[in-house]
């Protein structure tokens, strides 16, 4: 199973990828809707929003008052979070019962309009994301929701701005033109990555690792540190630290364009690699995985944090890194030798 997160600002096209993911496949999860749910009248949500917030939240037919609702709590950390402490366990015990419905090799799409704004990428294998220019999306807030332009523009600058959502992307999607022109990116997507990728998760796949020395790319690091947090996440508490390693953590350094990874975790075992593999880093080896992004390929080596001999091993190999790193002259003399210096053994 692949899940995968889609985002995208107000008025970018996110309900048009949603919709074109829905007809090619895809289990889509809505989260505004589910948190509708969980509040909808004779649930023990909303049971739970009065008792802490009193009547006052509800309108004449009994439903939830989202505008009352929102007075209350805005502007109000304490009240915000109260509330929080109510909506979240009951909208994250309904996505899981969806997940767990879903087929063993579905590609799940979390739809979450703040993904960015809330830092939850690393909880997703990939994120799509959405974007439109600015003028682009005012105008389509006018036409479909009789916005006007000053309400449009303030929805607007109060989400995340293009540089986070940039950093947060796997994929970006340009929604500049006609509707038929973003369908055809996401079917394109979807045919090319996301099902070989959710057919390598289920399989236990990795995808291959090229060989061919490349210029490095502008982004490889904010990419490294996207892979990197998604190990974090899934690994917990047993997951020491991640570091970015190999020649593509060399600043300047041409190299292969895949993201070398070194995990130091507390006695990784059998535990800790399918849940790797679930996040999309199947297992290639004894303490070594691949991605099953078939476009992004990786190399991740995990080290137990608790021997002796793997945390001196770990240690050679950042340090070897930091030594690169601090030689920008050198990499530009003798590449060759600096790839071979750090290369993950």
Do not use: C, Y
Request: proline share 6%; net charge negative; glycine share 8%.
């Amino acid at each position: 199973m692949l899940r995968l997160g889609l985002t995208g600002g107000i008025g970018a096209g996110k309900s048009t990828v949603a919709e074109t993911l829905t007809e090619l496949g895809a289990v889509v999860i809505d989260a505004d809707r589910i948190a509708r749910e969980v509040v909808e009248p004779g649930t023990d949500g909303l049971a739970a929003v009065v008792a802490a917030f009193g009547e006052d939240v509800l309108d004449e037919d009994g439903a939830l008052d989202r505008p009352a609702l929102g007075r209350i709590v805005f502007g109000d950390d304490a009240k915000r979070q109260q509330l929080n402490g109510i909506l979240h366990p009951r909208i994250g015990a309904r996505t899981a019962e969806m997940v767990a419905e879903a087929p063993d090799d579905a590609v799940v799409v979390h739809d979450v309009p703040l993904l960015v704004e809330n830092g939850m990428g690393a909880a997703f294998a990939l994120v799509v994301v959405v974007d439109a220019p600015v003028d682009v999306r005012v105008a389509r807030l006018q036409e479909t929701r009789g916005m006007s332009v000053e309400d449009a523009r303030a929805r607007i600058a109060a989400q995340a701005d293009d540089d986070a959502r940039r950093a947060a992307a796997d994929v970006w999607l340009e929604n500049a033109g006609a509707a038929g022109a973003l369908r055809e990116q996401v079917e394109r997507l979807w045919h090319e990555r996301l099902v070989p990728f959710a057919r390598n998760i289920e399989h236990g796949e990795a995808a291959p690792v090229p060989t061919d020395v490349v210029a490095p790319a502008d982004d490889r690091d904010v990419v490294a540190q996207r892979l990197a947090a998604r190990l974090a996440v899934v690994g917990g508490e047993r997951v020491r630290r991640v570091e970015h390693v190999g020649p593509g953590a060399i600043p300047g350094l041409p190299a292969p364009d895949v993201v070398d990874l070194l995990v130091v975790a507390d006695r990784p075992g059998d535990e800790l690699a399918e849940a790797f593999r679930a996040a999309g880093f199947p297992r290639t080896g004894p303490g070594r995985h691949g991605s099953a992004d078939p476009a992004r390929p990786a190399r991740v080596l995990v080290l137990d944090g608790k021997s002796r001999r793997e945390a001196k091993r770990a240690t050679a190999i950042v340090e070897a890194r930091d030594r690169a790193r601090r030689d920008p002259d050198r990499v530009a003399a003798d590449p060759a030798a600096v790839r071979a210096e750090v290369a993950l053994p």
